[in-house]
């Protein structure tokens, strides 16, 4: 089960990666950061999907948000691997 558990979960995110893809390129910042925004509850360490919501929050004109997202992934990386993040 646990295996199942997790390719359906890689599956999942995969899929939101993608639409969020597609949300971005069609212009729909705003769909894109809550398509992003449930990328990153999957997995808060995940850079690349912090780095999308970044952008697709900074598009949209949400700084703040933009840097809350960082920060919060920041104390993540800090908390379970002692890093900072790549960007």
């Known amino acids: ?3 199942i558990r997790n390719r359906l979960r ?3 995110a995969r899929a939101l990666d993608t639409l969020g893809r597609a949300r971005m390129s069609a212009g729909d ?3 894109a950061a809550e398509t992003y925004q449930r990328l ?3 997995d808060d360490l995940d850079e690349d999907a912090t780095r999308n919501l970044i952008t697709a929050l900074e598009k949209q004109g949400d700084s703040a948000g933009a840097k809350r997202a960082y920060r919060i992934l920041a104390a993540a990386l ?3 691997l002692d890093e ?3 960007f």
């Open 29 to 31: 910042y705003s769909a």
């Open 84 to 86: 900072e993040p790549s």
């Open 78 to 80: 800090k908390r379970e």
């Open 1 to 3: 089960h646990h295996s």
């Open 10 to 12: 890689d599956l999942y």
């Open 40 to 42: 990153v509850a999957l």
